[in-house]
């Protein structure tokens, strides 16, 4: 998964390109920056690889939610259906925002079950948050018809999909804006770096501008000369930081190759074991293949056969049990533990976080485990894994 797995010459090269003008910031400085803007080039290739009209890169994936979340006007009091299995940036961004986030299931895809979200709708309700989780996708063609019938804006935190497709189209382009995360263990990474992608150049403006202090970017060469529509904040991203991503995105192609080939070939050892069912993928073709996530028939042996991995070397993720990963064990939500009152708070009929409870959530993540796909794996290194998975399960 880690694009930091092939740091190489190309990444010192451009960061040594930013470091020789002088110039980390992005706008500007146009006399001395020798026609280095490596957050801009960033942005054109984004465009370029997701097939969306614009892009804005910002200081971290979470940063970018936030960003979209202002663009797309979701604000105060808005309920938005965000999915239990994610990292907690997701709910972080959207109390951020002010705005309540509402638990909805996961499938056996472990994203979004559009099946669920009618159920969760109420008047309050603005939008709708899949995470395309742990580089595969959700149902997004259904999940965008339930949004489309309801009124509903659709973002989606493709975090942790860069390069995953649904029928040849990029996740991250279904909703009014898709985000990407370059943080630190991302396929790609800009040390840390998020990026929004949407077709709608109101969406776009206004990520533009929230992103950096309100900026209109209109002023010419004088910075002050800008305008201000919009309030902001800072949530720009450095040039050091883009040149690195900038780097690493133009291996996206060669890293989707190498986790596609070691994906494959675990899978294809592990299809004849008789416990093992793999998780469901809408687009098989379109699998970042960062993950191998399967199903055991029950939690006991997903555990033991956790416990198993981790004793002969090839470890796997039970999320079920994660602190970042799963509602579970959000207890910081739950008690509503935060440093100072939210928004949301001040508004009538807050859900009680403390009760939730989704079953059908639950039973799947309690047979779920993920084997995160390396990229600097041998063909050895894959052999003995596979030996030790095989091992794994007779135990
Ligand atoms: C990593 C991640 C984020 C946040 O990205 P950062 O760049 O770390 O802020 C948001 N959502 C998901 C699903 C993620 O995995």
Not at 212 to 219: E, K, R, Y
Not at 323 to 341: S, V
Not at 382 to 393: G, H, L, M, T
Request: aromatic letters at 8%; hydrophobic letters at 40%; one cysteine or more.
């Amino acid at each position: 998964m880690p694009g930091f797995e092939i740091f190489g010459d190309e990444e010192k090269k451009e960061v040594a390109d930013v470091l020789d003008t002088g110039v980390l910031f992005r706008y500007g400085f146009e006399k001395v920056r020798n026609g280095q803007f490596k957050a801009r080039e960033f942005e054109k290739s984004l465009c370029t690889i997701t097939g969306s009209k614009y892009s804005h890169l910002c200081s971290s994936g979470t940063a970018a939610l936030s960003t979209a979340l202002a663009a797309c006007g979701i604000g105060a009091g808005d309920e938005v259906i965000v999915p239990p299995f994610t990292f907690v940036a997701t709910f972080e961004a959207v109390l951020t925002a002010g705005a309540v986030p509402v638990f909805c299931d996961i499938d056996e895809t472990l994203c979004l079950d559009p099946d669920c979200i009618e159920a969760a709708i109420t008047p309050r309700t603005k939008a709708v948050v899949p995470v395309h989780m742990c580089g595969s996708m959700a149902r997004i063609d259904e999940i965008k018809d339930v949004c489309r019938k309801k009124g509903l804006i659709l973002l989606e935190d493709a975090c942790q999909s860069l390069g995953a497709t649904y029928q040849g189209k990029a996740v991250g382009t279904f909703g009014l804006a898709g985000c990407f995360s370059f943080d630190s263990v991302k396929t790609v990474t800009c040390g840390e770096g998020g990026g929004i992608i949407t077709d709608d150049p109101k969406v776009y403006e206004k990520a533009d501008q929230f992103a950096d202090h309100g900026h209109d970017h209109l002023g010419g060469p004088d910075r002050g000369a800008d305008g201000h529509p919009i309030i902001g904040t800072n949530f720009r991203i450095s040039e050091l930081n883009a040149a690195v991503g900038l780097a690493q995105l133009r291996k996206l192609d060669q890293i989707l190759k190498i986790q596609r080939e070691n994906k494959r070939a675990i899978k294809d050892a592990m299809a004849d074991l008789p416990e093992v069912s793999f998780r469901y993928i809408p687009d098989a073709k379109g699998d970042s293949a960062t993950f191998l996530s399967f199903f055991l028939p029950t939690e006991e042996r997903a555990r033991q056969v956790a416990k198993n991995l981790a004793a002969n070397g090839a470890g796997a993720a039970f999320w079920y049990d994660n602190n970042w990963h799963y509602y579970k064990k959000w207890d910081h939500l739950k008690e509503m533990k935060r440093a100072a009152t939210l928004p949301f708070e001040l508004c009538s009929s807050l859900p009680d976080y403390k009760t939730l409870v989704l079953e059908e959530s639950d039973s799947i993540m309690k047979r779920t485990l993920s084997m995160q796909i390396m990229l600097s794996w041998t063909k050895q290194d894959i052999e003995n894994r596979i030996s030790a998975i095989i091992k794994s399960f007779k135990g």
